[in-house]
C-alpha cells in the first residue's frame, strides 16, 4: 500500500489566495483526520470525518476554513482566503474503525505571503 | 480538558547513553497511549500504542512503558540514526482524535 498521499508537498501563495489541499486515505480505512503542525503549538486537530461523514470541525480556526470528503478515497481542506498566519504544515491522517492507530500522510508545507 | 504534556522539550545523548522520555496525561476514560517518531519534513510514523497501566511493548532499542498518569519511552545504547521527535499522544475512544503532546526532540550524538 502506498500509504497516505497528500498533495502538493510544498505551497507558496500569497495573502487572499485560495488554497486547497488534498488527501488520499489508505484503501479501507474508514476515518480520516485532518492536522496542523507548528512550532508554537505543536499538532492541531483541525476537522474528522467518520465514513465521509465530518464529525467534528470544532478545531477549524475560522470560516476561511472549509473541508470535504466526497468519497472514501479523498478529501480536501481548502482555505480561501489565506493569510500569513495560516502559514504552517498540514498533514492528513486515516485511520480503520474499530483501531486506534492512525497512519499520517507526508504533509503539505504550506507558506502564505 | 484532556492534555498530553511530554519532558524534556529536547534532549541530547551521547551514542550508547541510554535515557528516557516522559509523556503524562490528564485523558478521562483513557482507551490508547500512543508514541510516534517524526523525521524532519515526514508525518509522524506510528511506534506503538499501549491500552493499560503495566504494559509495556519494544522494538529494537525502544521499550514504552505505561503507568495510570504517564508513559515512558525508553532508549537503550541509541545510535545517531534514532535522532528525531518523538511525540506521544492519547485517545479516550476509538475513530476519534488523538490528543498530541509538543514532542522531544532528539539528538544522538556519535
Known amino acids: 500500500d502506498a500509504g497516505v498521499i497528500q498533495s502538493p508537498r510544498h505551497e507558496v501563495t500569497e495573502m487572499g489566495q485560495e488554497v486547497t489541499l488534498r488527501c488520499k486515505p489508505i484503501?479501507?480505512?474508514?476515518?480520516l483526520f485532518w492536522y496542523r503542525q507548528t512550532m508554537m503549538r505543536g499538532l492541531e486537530l483541525l476537522i474528522y470525518f467518520n465514513n465521509n461523514v465530518p464529525i467534528d470541525d470544532s478545531g477549524m480556526p475560522e470560516d476561511r476554513f472549509s473541508a470535504k470528503m466526497p468519497n472514501a478515497s479523498f478529501s480536501t481542506l481548502k482555505i480561501q482566503p489565506s493569510e500569513p498566519r495560516d502559514s504552517a504544515v498540514y498533514f492528513c491522517?486515516?485511520?480503520?474503525?474499530?483501531?486506534?492507530?492512525?497512519?499520517f500522510g507526508p504533509g503539505t508545507r504550506l507558506t502564505v505571503t | 480538558e484532556d492534555q498530553v504534556t511530554q519532558s524534556p522539550e529536547a534532549l541530547r545523548l551521547q551514542e550508547g547513553e541510554s535515557s528516557s522520555l516522559n509523556c503524562s496525561y490528564t485523558v478521562s476514560g483513557l482507551r490508547g497511549l500512543f508514541w510516534y517518531r517524526q523525521d524532519p519534513g515526514k508525518g509522524p510514523e506510528f511506534l506503538f500504542t499501549l491500552y493499560s497501566a503495566g504494559e509495556e511493548k519494544e522494538k529494537e532499542r525502544l521499550k514504552a512503558t505505561l503507568t495510570k498518569k504517564e508513559s515512558f519511552l525508553h532508549i537503550t545504547a541509541p545510535k545517531p540514526e534514532d535522532s528525531a521527535t518523538y511525540l506521544c499522544?492519547?485517545?479516550?475512544?476509538?475513530?476519534?482524535?488523538?490528543?498530541f503532546g509538543k514532542g522531544t526532540r532528539l539528538s544522538v550524538i556519535a
Open positions: 499522544a492519547a485517545s479516550n475512544s476509538g475513530n476519534t482524535p488523538l490528543v
Open positions: 491522517a486515516s485511520s480503520f474503525q474499530g483501531h486506534y492507530e492512525q497512519y
Open positions: 484503501s479501507g480505512h474508514n476515518s
